[in-house]
């Protein structure tokens, strides 16, 4: 079965560099799949967990927050803010941070404020969803 490099690369660190059959991410315009020799192409994401098809059969889950798909011929790239395992993942942390984030989406306060908080609470409910996935 024919396979792909795929890389996911945050500002601290390379979270993920393995060969994989598939790639579902969730792009700007909907959900992706991505299968090897796929058409070059560059796509913002959504804050989103990632799934991914990988070369022994297994699937792996990641919570991607934002950034950008680079496929390219020979690879995929994927460079985000932060990307996280469900093994990296502090499950309390995430539901202390979904807490905080509801109560300041409906806190009614200036538009700026609610699509931070909003993306606050995607990235807590994509680690919580994540982690639940934890093999
Ligand atoms: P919090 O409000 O809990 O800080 P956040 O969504 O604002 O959450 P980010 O700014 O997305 O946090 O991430 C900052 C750093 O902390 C990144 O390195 C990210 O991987 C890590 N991180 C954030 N939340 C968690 C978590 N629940 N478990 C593990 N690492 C986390």
């Known amino acids: 079965m024919?396979?792909?490099l795929l890389e996911i690369?945050?500002?601290?660190?390379?979270?993920?560099?393995?060969?994989?059959?598939?790639?579902?991410?969730?792009?700007?315009e909907g959900e992706l799949g991505i299968l090897p020799n796929h058409i070059p192409l560059v796509t913002?994401?959504?804050i989103a967990p990632l799934t991914v098809k990988r070369e022994d059969g297994k699937t792996d889950f990641i919570a991607v927050n934002g950034g950008f798909m680079e496929v390219r011929?020979?690879?995929?790239?994927?460079?985000?803010?932060?990307a996280e395992l469900p093994g990296d993942i502090d499950?309390?942390?995430?539901?202390?941070a979904k807490e905080r984030a509801q109560g300041r989406v409906s806190g009614k306060k200036d538009q700026i404020d609610?699509?931070?908080?909003?993306?606050a609470l995607q990235r807590a409910l994509s680690r919580i969803e994540v982690y639940g996935k934890k093999g």
Do not use: W
């Not at 601290?12 to 059959?21: D, G, H, L, S, T």
């Not at 499950?91 to 202390?96: C, D, H, N």
């Open 44 to 46: 913002p994401l959504r």
């Open 9 to 28: 690369v945050t500002p601290e660190r390379k979270v993920y560099a393995q060969n994989v059959r598939m790639i579902i991410a969730k792009g700007s």
């Open 73 to 82: 011929k020979d690879k995929v790239v994927i460079l985000a803010e932060s």
């Open 2 to 4: 024919s396979t792909f």
């Open 91 to 96: 499950i309390e942390r995430a539901k202390s």
């Open 114 to 119: 609610l699509i931070r908080a909003e993306h």
